[in-house]
């Protein structure tokens, strides 16, 4: 899983996806999507591409400029998503990954921003860690881009660094024990690291 390649679709999803949360659903206008009370009234006058629909933590992903991003039942803008599997990107272990001025950083289920944007890459978390990069670049192959180049390091869910981003690769990370299997110099050598409060 955890490889130096990573490839993500550049691709949206055709359509519109129609779904309804606390009485608001979603609704097409001339091509572009906005959204309804449960009284019909409009809410959101249509400006998107693409909608989903709101969650029971008020919030909905749609598409704009052809960039998936996060807004409120009023319209605010909260983040943009990483792009992912042709949609935003899936919340895991609690946190997905978005986009800010270039860098990668980590938002909750309201798309408040958690984990702030400072890194060229990162990887969902797993078992309470993501290994991120700097460095790295996303390079085109096909239709798809894969990461290249860079440094790499391991940060907990309150975003603390516990394996310095000094590293070719990260190979595996066993969370239980603390201990990651790394690349450093062509070779593979194992980090340990110390529990934070």
């Given amino acids: 899983m955890y490889q130096k390649y990573f ?4 691709f949206l999803m055709a359509g519109s996806l129609f779904a309804q949360s606390k009485g608001i659903t979603s609704f097409e206008e ?6 309804k009370n449960k009284k019909g009234k409009v ?3 249509p400006q998107y591409e693409q909608t989903m629909e709101f969650t029971k933590s008020g919030v909905a992903f749609v598409v704009s400029k ?3 991003i996060c807004i409120d039942t009023k319209n605010k803008f ?3 998503s990483f792009l992912y599997d042709n949609g935003p990107d899936y919340i895991v272990e609690s946190l997905a990954r978005y986009v800010e001025e270039g860098k990668m950083g980590f ?8 984990i702030e944007a400072q890194y ?7 078992n309470g860690y993501a290994i991120v990069c700097n460095g790295c670049e996303l390079k085109p192959e096909g239709e798809h881009k894969r990461i290249v180049g860079g440094n790499y390091g391991v940060i907990d869910k309150k975003g603390n660094l516990v394996i310095p981003i000094d590293y070719e690769a990260i190979i595996s990370v066993d969370a239980k024990k603390r ?3 790394v690349k450093q110099d062509g070779k593979t050598v194992k980090v340990k690291w110390k529990a934070r409060s």
């Fill in 7 to 10: 490839y993500i679709s550049l």
């Fill in 30 to 35: 001339n091509g572009l999507y906005g959204f």
């Fill in 43 to 45: 809410i959101i006058e």
């Fill in 66 to 68: 052809n960039k998936w």
């Fill in 78 to 80: 909260l983040l943009e």
């Fill in 107 to 114: 938002h909750n289920e309201r798309c408040q921003k958690v």
């Fill in 120 to 126: 060229d890459f990162a990887y969902p978390f797993e």
């Fill in 179 to 181: 201990i990651a299997e």
